[in-house]
T-cell receptor
């Protein structure tokens, strides 16, 4: 089973709202990732967690706050977003953080900021 | 040096034909090259991947050809089907403990019946 699940599928939020995206995997993977994908563009890496610790932050604005409560769960907390943050947010996981470990993506959360 | 250049941007192929998508890179530290398939509204799905010590890898109708000296790799889809119509991304990652994928810009493939 190579399934990564994400909730919600769609989210509409105002610029003053606080919301959270959730990601879950039960493959025993120890690395989890958040990506942002704009229409007709490739995914862009935002954060990497390895063994539940934040290992990479790609200079993401602080209005995005990741959290890894345990090895199976990854959250992305959103606060005071801008309309340009509207995108597909993808979660991925891999067995480890070493190059070559296959990354499996979830279906994404389509976020619209109004 | 961190870029992966992908071509063509879009591709139309007749059913049963061969689809070919090309990627090129500069950074010789890249040591893992996956291809992803993405349908509209879905997350990317890993199709096939290759390491630089192998010149070709085949899985079903999908083949990666890898040319280390030219720093190029390509995806061949044999007997293309309408169900293959999707966006394809090549990617690369650098050796070591940072499994950061550098994606190409994507190719929108349309297979006509």
């Amino acid at each position: 089973d190579t399934e990564v699940t994400q909730t919600p599928k769609h989210l509409v939020m105002g610029m003053t709202n606080k919301k959270s995206l959730k990601c879950e995997q039960h493959m025993g993977h120890r690395a989890m990732y958040w990506y942002k994908q704009k229409a007709k563009k490739p995914p862009e890496l935002m954060f990497v967690y390895s063994y539940e610790k934040l290992s990479i932050n790609e200079s993401v604005p602080s209005r995005f706050s990741p959290e890894c409560p345990n090895s199976s769960l990854l959250n992305l907390h959103l606060h005071a977003l801008q309309p340009e943050d509207s995108a597909l947010y993808l979660c991925a996981s891999s067995q480890g953080q070493w190059s070559g470990y296959e990354q499996y993506f979830g279906p994404g959360t389509r976020l619209t900021v109004t | 040096q961190q870029q992966v250049k992908q071509s063509p941007q879009s591709l139309i192929v007749q059913k049963g034909g061969i689809s070919i998508i090309n990627c090129a890179y500069e950074n010789t530290a890249f040591d893992y090259f996956p291809w992803y398939q993405q349908f509209p509204g879905k997350g990317p799905a890993l199709l096939i991947a290759i390491r630089p010590d192998v010149s070709e890898k085949k899985e079903g109708r999908f083949t990666i050809s890898f040319n280390k000296s030219a720093k190029q790799f390509s995806l061949h889809i044999m007997d293309s089907q309408p169900g293959d119509s999707a966006t394809y991304f090549c990617a690369a990652s650098k050796g070591g403990a940072t499994n950061k994928l550098i994606f190409g810009t994507g190719t929108l493939l349309a297979v006509q019946p």
